[in-house]
């Protein structure tokens, strides 16, 4: 007899148990071979190791369904329950993540493909490309598979508060409300993959760290999914510092676009002299994404375009008017 621990997570425990937990019990009379205890987010399973396995299986299909349904009846408990293990519908390699309410993430892009690419095959990652090209996207939607996978113990999402020029004080209110607006799109990512309580009790715990870049100074980050958003706002030395925190195990990807940094002109941006001096270090990975990647609604490709059109006519320009 062996007794095993089951952390209920990536569902709410009312999905899993139902109301008076009916779905629990239906749960147990499908499991006979075992006895199983369930505690809030835990679960207790206790019986013969190959009925616990079977067991362990199953409940993992039963999460698999949820994830990508957004739902979990007692009659699909019932058929998980029994169907062969052997046959699994459910199952797509290019699914990253399945979020909340059965919402499938991949990478729907070429490029955006590639992020996951290189990602398998390096331990640090930068994304270069436009607004809605879907780099933080991606990138968390990998980070959050790490974690639920158990390849990484934490997930810390970074970006750099440069409108403010790291420092915040003249803002209203405590340190989380001044700090909280740059790092929203970090919080709304996690919020499509995590259910909400999850999410929330991930912050409590340190499972889930979101900070401004100045906070990563000093730490070394082992078994870590570590994701620097807005990078080209970064300067050299700040720059530095973060990809220099990579402890063992770690998992570093760097976002961002050149073509919106908002660093004062004299300053060069650490993401630039990083592609610049990094570029040929085996073990580090580049994705250049493009308009084509961009997967917000149809305007922002066009916007994007009509900027960048605009730039190189005035850049054009500059250079044809003759110097006295």
Partial sequence: MIERIIEVCDIEPVELYGINNVKFETIRKSFPQVKIVARGD???????????????ER???FIEHYRRFGRLTQDDIIHLSESDSASNPLADPDILVYGNNGKII????????????EHLANDLVFTIGPAGSGK????????????????????????????????LG???GDLKEKI???????????NDMLPPRKLEQYIEEGIVQIAPLAFMRGRTLDYAFVILDEAQNTTVNQLKMFLTRMGRYSKFIVNGDITQIDLPPNEKSGLVYAHDILKNIE??????LEESDIVRHPLV?????????NQTRNENQQSSTPTR
Avoid: C, H, M, W
């Fill in 170 to 172: 003249f803002l209203p």
């Fill in 42 to 56: 835990i679960l207790k399973v206790i019986g013969e190791a190959s009925d616990v396995d079977y067991f362990t």
């Fill in 106 to 117: 991949k990478a729907l892009t070429k490029n955006q493909q590639q992020i996951v690419k």
């Fill in 136 to 167: 933080t996207y991606t990138s968390i939607a990998l980070a959050v598979r790490a974690l639920r996978n158990k390849e990484v113990k934490r997930i810390i999402l970074s970006r750099p508060a440069v409108e403010a020029g790291e420092r």
């Fill in 283 to 288: 073990g580090i990975g580049f994705v250049t």
């Fill in 59 to 61: 409940y993992y299909k």
């Fill in 301 to 309: 490709a066009k916007i994007v375009k009509a900027y960048q059109q």
């Fill in 180 to 190: 909280d607006p740059y790092l929203q799109p970090l919080y709304d990512a996690l």
